[in-house]
T-cell receptor, first 118, second 115 residues
Framework: GAVVSQHPSRVICKSGTSVKIECRSLDFQATTMFWYRQFPKQSLMLMATSNEGSKATYEQGVEKDKFLINHASLTLSTLTVTSAHPEDSSFYIC??????????????FGEGSRLTVL | QKEVEQNSGPLSVPEGAIASLNCTYSDRVSQSFFWYRQYSGKSPELIMSIYSNGDKEDGRFTAQLNKASQYVSLLIRDSQPSDSATYLCAVRRSYSGAGSYQLTFGKGTKLSVIP
């Protein structure tokens, strides 16, 4: 299957700093990428839909000014957690859909990025 | 609120047995259904997808869908210790546009296959 790469896989930062997570589709183009967050023993919760060349669509309750999303190309979306706090510590996972995949195109997931805010 | 419900488990089965995982969903017009396997600390990987009523088999895995009952299940035959993981049921929203590819996940069922 197609490959989605996330970086970094783990990051530890101090409270108040900003952290950028990259999501790349390595062998396909993705006009749409999705960012999920998963707390321990919880399911994946969709945070936002990242659209290439336009503004991201955020789910209810997700602060767009805190979680900045940029989707500047068909293979790269970035999530920046601004002024991170300990409650932002979580597992962040991106997924991407191959634009050539048709209506039932599979979503491919990145490896995830575990953020720990001290 | 569109929901996907799963029994959190843990579900314990002996090696070689059939593991049966169940999922119900509330959005009646949902069209696409997926089972993902997630190992601890890892991201989900797709096991099965199913779009129409009935059974779909792939190796040791069989997905079953009943849209009238809003129910989807996953059977794992000849369960192996390596199948021990959390299994996430996911449902794709039905409306058009980029958002139609969003998935709503259940909380997952933790499966433990005992050697």
């Amino acid at each position: 299957g197609a490959v989605v790469s996330q970086h970094p896989s783990r990051v530890i930062c101090k409270s108040g700093t900003s952290v950028k997570i990259e999501c790349r589709s390595l062998d396909f183009q993705a006009t749409t990428m999705f960012w999920y967050r998963q707390f321990p023993k919880q399911s994946l919760m969709l945070m936002a839909t990242s659209n290439e060349g336009s503004k991201a669509t955020y789910e209810q309750g997700v602060e767009k000014d805190k979680f900045l999303i940029n989707h500047a190309s068909l293979t790269l979306s970035t999530l920046t957690v601004t002024s991170a706090h300990p409650e932002d510590s979580s597992f962040y996972i991106c997924s991407a859909r191959d634009i050539a995949g048709g209506q039932n195109g599979e979503l491919f997931f990145g490896e995830g990025s575990r953020l720990t805010v001290l | 609120q569109k929901e996907v419900e799963q029994n959190s488990g843990p579900l314990s089965v002996p090696e070689g047995a059939i593991a049966s995982l169940n999922c119900t969903y509330s959005d009646r017009v949902s069209q696409s259904f997926f089972w993902y396997r997630q190992y601890s600390g890892k991201s989900p990987e797709l096991i099965m997808s199913i779009y129409s009523n009935g059974d779909k088999e792939d190796g040791r895995f069989t997905a079953q869908l009943n849209k009238a009952s809003q129910y989807v299940s996953l059977l794992i035959r000849d369960s192996q210790p390596s199948d021990s993981a959390t299994y996430l049921c996911a449902v794709r929203r039905s409306y058009s546009g980029a958002g139609s590819y969003q998935l709503t996940f259940g909380k997952g069922t933790k499966l433990s296959v005992i050697p």
